[in-house]
């Protein structure tokens, strides 16, 4: 069986914040509700460059930089220094952030994409509390289709779920935008197969790993069902690798721990670890 030694990665789910804005997501995850811990207590708990280190000693040769707005007017900023991290730091793939009711969001998102050079923004609906197609989001759709650019939406059921998530929220999405590139994070967790099935459709529609093959189930809902072997070899070319690092109770390798057990063939390992990320993202 192989190891993670065995291989380098580009980490297509990786969150980097601003210092003070992490704090403020560490202090959510672990706040405690009624004398126990509400969520899980995150594992990573450094600076952003501490954080680059740890991925780097890990094999990871490239990496997203995901965040998100969680409020309004927050969204700018957060780009600001999402640019500057990047231009510190030539392996990253920044994706900027949006919030729907910024009057000035079609700037700051053009200047992410014209100036910046970002290759798509991060929309996290667990949190923003808006569904996918949602009116005030049209214009940014438009703009993300017109410049080739991609977006990562959080819009499976798991590891929580609201009212904005979901399946059947994501499909109207695609039926509008059917040529837009996309990456479902956690391969849509609780209804897997259902997106597993729309990549049959959909020829830039791509699922991430990140928590779904760590070797214990820490889902709160239920036991997560996971892709057959069969199944994730079927689709080896349109799944890619994420860790959802640093926002995770475990360590890092445990990320590729539950996927290596499966005793696949080396090739699949290369294509979801690394290939398929490097081909979407055209990196050298």
């Known amino acids: 069986m192989y190891t993670h030694g065995d291989f380098e990665f580009i980490d297509a789910h990786v969150h980097l914040f601003p210092p003070k804005i992490f704090q403020a997501i560490w202090n959510y995850f672990e706040r405690p509700e009624k004398g126990v811990v509400k969520g899980w207590p995150i594992h990573y708990k450094l600076s952003p460059e501490q954080l680059i280190s740890v991925l780097w000693s890990k094999n990871v040769k490239n990496y997203t930089i995901y965040n998100y707005a969680h409020k309004q007017g927050v969204a700018e900023y957060i780009n600001n220094w999402t640019h500057e991290c990047a231009m510190a730091h030539e392996e990253a793939i920044p994706f900027g952030c949006v919030w729907p009711d910024d009057h000035d969001k079609e700037e700051y998102v053009s200047k992410m994409f014209d100036e910046y050079n970002f290759y798509g923004i991060k929309l996290q609906l667990l949190v923003q509390n808006f569904f996918p197609l949602d009116e005030r989001m049209l214009r940014i759709y438009d703009l993300i289709v017109d410049k080739g650019k991609w977006i990562c939406f959080h819009v ?32 849509g967790a609780f209804e897997y197969k259902k997106f597993l099935n729309l990549l049959d459709k959909y020829a830039n529609l791509y699922l991430d790993t990140a928590m779904i093959y760590i070797p214990d189930n820490i889902f709160p809902e239920r036991k997560l069902q996971r892709p057959t072997p069969e199944e994730l070899i079927s689709y080896q070319d349109r799944i890619l690798y994420g860790s959802d690092f640093p926002n995770i109770p475990y360590h890092y390798e445990f990320s590729t721990e539950g996927l290596l057990k499966l005793d696949l063939p080396r090739g699949f390992y290369e294509n979801i670890f690394f290939k398929n990320a490097k081909r979407i993202f055209g990196l050298s």
């Open 156 to 187: 499976g059921t798991a590891p929580y779920r609201n009212q904005y998530v979901g399946y059947k929220y994501f499909v109207p999405f695609l039926e509008k935008y059917p040529n837009v590139q996309v990456i479902v994070a956690h391969l």
